[in-house]
């Protein structure tokens, strides 16, 4: 075929607004304020250690949760009958049709201490609970919110395993947790990858669900480069750096997480 | 399958072309129309204000909201915007004409400049006079619920009482917060001694456990609801609040508080610099300038619009408190870049902490 | 004997409790994604302006909706940049992918790499970058954020998507049947349009829901990427967080939510029906991934 050269448009994009944006900011990262070269802002790096270690922490911790609460929905959903398995699809999916600020300022309303959670618990007799403005709900809002990017990619892995692989293995005497250890784990493995990555990313750069859900009380990377250009700390120098340093922890543990499956993410993101 | 597919597609498309259609129909856009970006504080206008505007002049105003000066003035650094009207607070508007980001007003196009008092004319901020044009001012207080805060309040220590603890609101920038724990310690707002700054801020640091959340415009809702049962806030919200929840009620504290002017100025740049000076026009008149007021519960500087305040918005010393009060309060004024700094840098560590 | 029955019996049972147990479980997890929404939708009908305290039954903010002009060219905004964008991505990222597919092996996995930046990338850099962007060749070439700027920022982020979803039906394209039609006299474009196309229709297909999907659910790029004069309704709704949501916007989410869901159900339940005649007829029609 000669039709090679009609992806040349696409190239010429993504080569202005890809590649040139994230070299805009590395030059970014390293200019001062008065325009010449410096790595000031690297060096200011190690006041935020806090920040970024609190945010690595809470990422993780909701992907953790995403992953423990996600998989099996994802393997009960894909060894369902086809019909089941679509409706199950579309219900993960259907939310996202409702804007995601919406819905975590709903959680706000389920969490406040006059919330609807702590209504229904005191009409029961039950003590309150008190969950807003920690970083237990800006979990939860992490959670909630990047649920379905873990559950996703797992069910359509599952769901394309052969299923005469199973009977096979049954056949041959496994017991069905043999047969989950053995083959149908280790074959999903890159649909975990796939939806790790889908949930980390997002949480670690938030900023927006620390706002509604911790009552401002901490700061997490997305807070802290989104006050370098809009905030109450105008600079993006600054902030350049700051991204850059997220992208490059980011990529890495990208990098060695796909070492350890195929490393065969995007092509099941959806 | 694949049939259905398409349909299917058809279907979510036409749907969405016909609500689109419905919305852009709704806005009524038209090219040709005169227009003016406003940039704002959220909840300080009478939003009929600008419909009347629109119907009057014909220009089409497009508003924006920002929650902090900081905000403000780092959108405008940033680039890429262009607004015609902004309404800093003093000290920003005294930061903004030293770093040349603001256009002179042209006063022939504003005669209704003429209405503000005497008082406003000329301040600290902008000596010359020539860059801004007075919108409202007011006072910073404490608001709070008098069915959980039983005792008198007097103090800016109430924040820091441990009695209160999960109750309290602050601040979420670092001028105001900072700020009141500087007055606290009685120092001045306008400090440049970075080891009081640093005393305030290990105080703000003590209080941290004792606070629900850092807020700016969410506190309207964590008060009135009852969620929250102490905060300090400006005046002219906490006029709005009260309304809302009678319950609440507001303390100009005995340390001295913030007094503060929020002028519209035009941003260097400004593509509607004419429209721009219209609308600031419209704002100072005083039928426009008492309906704001009516609605934000702010204080306006100019003396027709406070003339036709009713009566009980007139008497009310939340807005218009005796000049003894008043000269105990004390204006911000803009501070050195190594002192803006310092406040960064200790309000990340106050955050991080 | 006696042991091996009783040892079956248990798996069923074990079997069925789990299976009791693991719909147990997925119910309580739906119930997770959807109480939020419930809440939303619920107090969307409520005549006060609380989100916690229900004060009776009402359709003022949907009335009231439809004249708010603020909202209404928010919304007006986000469906035209969400439908241009997903347009144009879905047609360059169609004819492109096609292109890459020819590439030679090391090209073309360089330029798949890329492809995944956006998507693997925080938001939060994505929007960052661009904006650094826009306002610097805004600068040289004199012009400031809008709408301009926000339909290429969702262009590039929707882009990657659709060229991932058409990609795998192309591959599973028998290489030489473009250039049989060619041979039998096609022109390339009719070839396209003959041949290629029909194939990888569905692929094409689920890259506009899904670029569609993202444009309308994107904020954070939005917020970086719109400049001071146009608002999408991720935009409008993020301010309002700052202070209070108005119900109106609640409105506007439940109709939306709404016709999507119907929507789904209907093409759901006709293709169920139609899937369950097919089967009838024992005539099952080949799976297809979608």
Redesign the interface.
Same mark, same amino acid.
Not at chain 3, 241 to 245: A, G, H, L, Q
């Given at each position: 075929m000669k039709a090679r050269y009609i992806s040349v448009p696409y190239v010429i994009w993504m080569a202005l607004f890809v590649i040139a944006p994230l070299i805009l900011v590395v030059i970014f990262a390293f200019t001062s304020e008065a325009g010449g070269f410096t790595l000031e802002h690297f060096a200011r790096m190690s006041r935020y250690v806090g920040i970024f270690a609190n945010s690595l922490f809470l990422a993780l911790v909701a992907t953790a949760i995403c992953f423990a609460a996600g998989y099996p929905v994802a393997y009960i959903l894909a060894r369902k009958e086809s019909v089941f398995r679509r409706v199950g699809m579309l219900l993960i999916m259907l939310p996202m049709w409702m804007n995601f600020l919406l819905r975590t300022y709903a959680w706000m309303s389920l969490l406040e201490d006059n919330g609807l959670i702590n209504r229904f618990l005191t009409f029961l007799g039950l003590p309150g609970i008190s969950v807003i403005n920690t970083d237990g709900a800006v979990v939860i809002g992490m959670v909630y919110n990047f649920l379905p990017f873990m559950i996703l990619p797992i069910f359509s892995v599952i769901e394309k395993i052969d299923r005469r692989t199973i009977e096979a293995a049954q056949d041959l005497g496994a017991n069905s947790l043999v047969v989950f250890r053995r083959i149908i784990f280790p074959l999903s493995l890159p649909g975990v990858l796939s939806g790790i990555t889908m949930v980390f990313v997002p949480s670690v750069s938030t900023f927006v669900i620390s706002r509604l859900l911790g009552g401002g009380k901490t700061l997490l990377l997305g807070d802290l480069i989104e006050m370098q250009f809009f905030g109450n700390a105008y600079n993006p120098y600054l902030g350049s750096a700051i991204s850059l340093v997220m992208m490059v922890i980011v990529m890495v543990s990208i990098a060695i997480m796909n070492r350890f499956g195929e490393g065969e993410e995007g092509a099941m993101l959806l | 399958m694949k049939k259905r597919n398409a349909a299917s597609m058809a279907l979510v498309l036409a749907l969405t072309l016909v609500l689109g259609v419905l919305g852009t129909g709704c806005g009524a856009t038209t090219q040709e129309k005169r227009e003016v970006n406003v940039y704002n504080w959220g909840e300080y206008i009478d939003t009929d204000v600008l419909t009347q505007f629109e119907k009057e002049t014909g220009i089409k105003v497009n508003y924006k909201t920002y929650p902090t000066n900081e905000a403000l003035y780092s959108s405008l650094k940033s680039g890429g915007v262009s607004y015609d009207v902004i309404i800093p607070s003093d000290y920003m508007i005294s930061r903004m004409i030293q770093e040349d980001m603001l256009d002179k007003i042209d006063f022939k196009n504003v005669p209704n400049a003429d209405k503000v008092d005497e008082v406003y004319r000329n301040p600290e901020y902008d000596p010359t006079g020539e860059y801004s044009v007075p919108y409202m001012w007011g006072t910073v207080g404490i608001i709070y619920d008098t069915k959980v805060v039983t005792e008198p309040v007097t103090s800016w220590s109430i924040l820091f009482n441990e009695k209160y603890s999960g109750k309290i609101l602050m601040f979420d920038n670092s001028r105001d917060a900072i700020g009141i724990a500087l007055k606290y310690l009685g120092y001045s707002y306008n400090t440049t001694d970075k080891d009081q700054i640093k005393e305030a801020v290990d105080l703000l640091v003590q209080q941290k456990p004792l606070v629900q959340a850092y807020v700016m415009d969410q506190i309207f809702e964590k008060l009135t609801g009852g969620e929250a049962a102490i905060g300090p806030y400006y005046a002219g919200d906490a006029v709005t609040m009260m309304e809302e929840n009678p319950d609440l009620a507001f303390c100009l504290p005995s340390e001295g508080s913030n007094i503060f002017v929020d002028a519209m100025c035009i941003p260097k740049g400004a593509a509607n610099k004419e429209e721009a000076e219209e609308f600031i026009n419209f704002m100072c008149r005083g039928d426009i300038s008492a309906a704001n007021c009516q609605v934000t519960g702010y204080s306006t500087p100019i003396g027709e619009a406070y003339d036709l305040l009713p009566e009980d918005m007139r008497d009310n010393t939340v807005m218009y408190p005796d000049k003894e009060t008043l000269a105990k309060c004390e204006t911000y004024t803009n501070l050195p870049q190594d002192i803006l700094d310092f406040y960064d840098e200790e309000w990340v560590r106050l955050m991080t902490d | 004997m006696i042991r091996k029955q009783a040892e079956s019996i248990a798996?069923s049972i074990a079997?069925r409790v789990s299976g009791a147990f693991?719909?147990v479980?997925?119910g309580l997890?739906?119930f997770?994604?959807?109480?939020?929404?419930a809440?939303?939708i619920i107090?969307s009908f409520n005549a006060s302006k609380?989100?916690?305290i229900w004060a009776g039954f009402t359709l003022d903010w949907y009335i009231k909706l439809?004249?708010d002009?603020?909202i209404?060219?928010a919304?007006?905004t986000t469906?035209?940049v969400?439908?241009l964008a997903a347009a144009i991505s879905t047609v360059?990222?169609t004819?492109?992918?096609?292109?890459?597919q020819?590439?030679r092996r090391r090209p073309r996995s360089i330029?798949?790499a890329?492809?995944?930046?956006?998507?693997?990338? !925080?938001?939060?850099?994505?929007g960052?970058?661009?904006?650094?962007?826009?306002?610097?060749a805004?600068?040289l070439m004199g012009f400031?954020?809008g709408f301009g700027?926000l339909l290429?920022?969702h262009?590039?982020f929707d882009?990657p998507?659709v060229?991932?979803?058409v990609t795998?039906k192309l591959r599973q394209l028998d290489?030489h049947t473009?250039?049989a039609a060619q041979d039998l006299g096609a022109t390339?474009f009719q070839a396209?349009r003959k041949v290629i196309l029909?194939e990888i229709?569905?692929g094409v297909?689920?890259g506009?829901?899904?670029a569609?999907?993202m444009s309308?659910?994107d904020?954070?790029i939005s917020?970086?990427t719109a400049?001071?004069?146009v608002?999408t309704? !991720?935009m409008a709704?993020?301010?309002m967080?700052?202070?209070?949501?108005n119900p109106e916007?609640?409105a506007l989410?439940t109709i939306?939510?709404v016709?999507?869901?119907t929507?789904?159900i209907?093409?759901?339940v006709?293709?169920?029906r139609?899937?369950r005649l097919a089967e009838a007829a024992m005539l099952k029609?080949p799976?297809?991934?979608?």
């Open positions: - | - | 798996s079997r693991g719909n479980y997925t997890i739906f997770f994604l959807y109480a939020p929404i809440v939303l107090f609380s989100r916690t439809f004249q002009s603020g209404m060219d919304f007006g469906i035209l969400s439908v360059a990222g004819v492109a992918a096609v292109g890459l020819n590439l330029l798949m890329v492809n995944n930046i956006p998507i693997t990338n !925080a938001d939060i850099i994505t960052v970058s661009l904006m650094l962007l826009f306002v610097s805004g600068k400031t954020l700027t290429m920022a262009i590039t882009l998507y060229i991932l979803s795998p290489k473009f250039e390339p396209f029909p229709r569905p297909v689920n506009l829901i899904i569609f999907t309308i659910d904020f954070v917020y970086f400049g001071s004069r608002e309704l !991720a709704i993020y301010s967080t700052r202070k209070r949501i916007i609640n989410s939306l939510f016709s999507v869901l929507l789904l209907i093409v759901n006709r293709q169920a139609q899937e029609p799976e297809e991934e979608v």
